[in-house]
Structures are given as C-alpha cells and as structure tokens.
C-alpha cells in the first residue's frame, strides 16, 4: 500500500521565539514539496505562536498527559495543546520514559487521550544498546509495540517512530540491515495487531541521528515511510536536504 512519507521535527527542549524564522523557512520548504508530509514537534510553548508560521508544515507537541483535567502539576493535555495550535504530538519518546519513567501502558493512554481530541499520533519503540548488543533487538522493540499500542489503532490517526536509544543524539546509526530488519519485523508484528489493511497502511519512521548525508539511504528502505529528526531538524539548513530526500 502507498504511504505517504512522513518527516517531523523534534525540537526537544530547544528553542525560542528567536527561532520562529526557522519554522517559517521549513514550513516554506514543506509547501515547495507536496508529497511528503512535514512537521515540526516544538516546545509548548512555542506552539502557538509556531503554528501560525509552519506554512506546509504541521506543528506537534512532545507530549500529552493521559487525563483530561486534573490536579497534574506542570502537564498539559491533549484538549491544551490542540487549542494552542498543535495537531500532532508525540507519545513514548525514550527520553520521556527514561527521564519520567513512563510505561508502555501510559504511553497507549496518553495515544488515547491525544486521540480523543483529535490529535494525530507518533509513537516512539526503542532499544538500548544493552538490548541490542545482547541479540533481542528485535523481540525487544515487538514486545514494546505490542504494550504500547492503543486500543483502535489506526493508520490513519497513528504513526510508529523506531529510534534506537543508542542512536540518538549520537551520530551513530543501525546499518541498513539492522534497519530493514527491524522495520520489516514491526511491519509484520503490526499485521498480526492489527491486521493487514491498517498495518500496511501505517507510517513506521526511523529516528536516531538521522542527517542529510545519511536520510536517502534510510528512506530508500522499503518498511521505512520517513524520520523522526532532532538535531538535524533545528534548522532549515539542515531539515530542508531531509525533507528533499524524503520527497525521493
Ligand atoms: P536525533 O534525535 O535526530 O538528534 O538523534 C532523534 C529523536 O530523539 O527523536
């Protein structure tokens, strides 16, 4: 099945108004290339403001809480973000398990909460380089799908971002092989949850260290539908070759 790439920035805990001149030069190279769908995953409180220079871009937030209201000092749900301006946002980035010890059953809540408001969902599988040296990469990453998947997933509101821990941030990324095969192994595991229809309908990124020199080679694999970006995606110097080479 055709699945449109899909290239998103992740802005992580950088930037500031300063930086909304880049917003508005990616989202002006997003216009200039249709067929790939572009956004950008700002801090929350540039999404308002961001939201109204992205031009072809979609803007997305980092995360959403899993309730809907409630006494949750500092957290934002999905019903807040949406009226800032975000369309998308982001759930189980390894960070946000690592550093606030999510799970794979609160990362799922929080893809419902997002899905609830009508907010479009990536969610993000990865191993560490402990798992991946010991040989269960694979079974690893399947396992974390299978618990982190929401209830009435569905291609059309859900992408899934594999970003190796290790390669994030690092410089350092899988080789093609190791790429394709996890890819593919999703793909299928997706299939047996979900069904074929939805699964081969479904966006699986590939994030970790994702650059110019290297986004050709990752978007030529055929399980892979685009990159979740950070480092590279700050600027539009360094997103715009992306988001060309995604556009093939
Ligand atoms: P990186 O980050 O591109 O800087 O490695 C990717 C991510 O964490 O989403």
């Known amino acids: ?93 390894s960070e946000r398990r690592t550093d606030q010890h999510e799970t794979s059953a609160d990362v799922a809540a929080k893809a419902l909460a997002a899905k609830a408001e009508g907010l479009k969902v990536i969610l993000c599988l990865g191993e560490s380089l402990e798992t991946r040296d010991s040989g ?11 618990a982190s998947l929401p ?33 593919s192994a999703i793909r299928g595991k997706l299939r047996d949850l979900i069904g074929a229809g939805e699964a081969d309908g479904m966006r699986v990124l590939y994030g970790g260290s994702v650059n110019a020199d290297n986004a050709k080679d990752i978007f030529a694999i055929a399980d892979v539908d685009g990159g979740l970006v950070g480092g590279a995606s700050l600027t539009a110097a360094k997103f715009g070759p992306i988001i060309e080479a995604a556009a093939g």
């Open 136 to 146: 269960k990469a694979i079974d690893f990453v399947l396992d974390q799908l299978a």
């Open 1 to 93: 099945m055709a699945r449109t790439m899909l290239v998103v920035g992740n802005w992580k805990m950088n930037g500031l108004k300063a930086q909304l001149g880049e917003v508005e030069a990616i989202g002006a190279i997003a216009s200039s290339h249709a067929g790939v769908e572009v956004g950008l995953c700002v801090p929350a409180t540039l999404i308002a403001s961001a939201s109204g220079k992205a031009g072809g871009a979609f803007i997305g937030a980092q995360d959403c809480h899993q309730k809907e209201s409630g006494a949750h000092t500092g957290c934002l749900s999905a019903a807040m973000l949406k009226e800032a301006g975000a369309t998308s946002v982001i759930v189980g980035h």
């Open 151 to 183: 209830e009435g997933a569905g291609a059309d509101w859900l992408s899934i971002a594999y970003e190796p821990i290790w390669a994030i941030g690092t410089g350092r990324i899988p080789t093609m092989e190791q790429i394709d095969e996890m890819h």
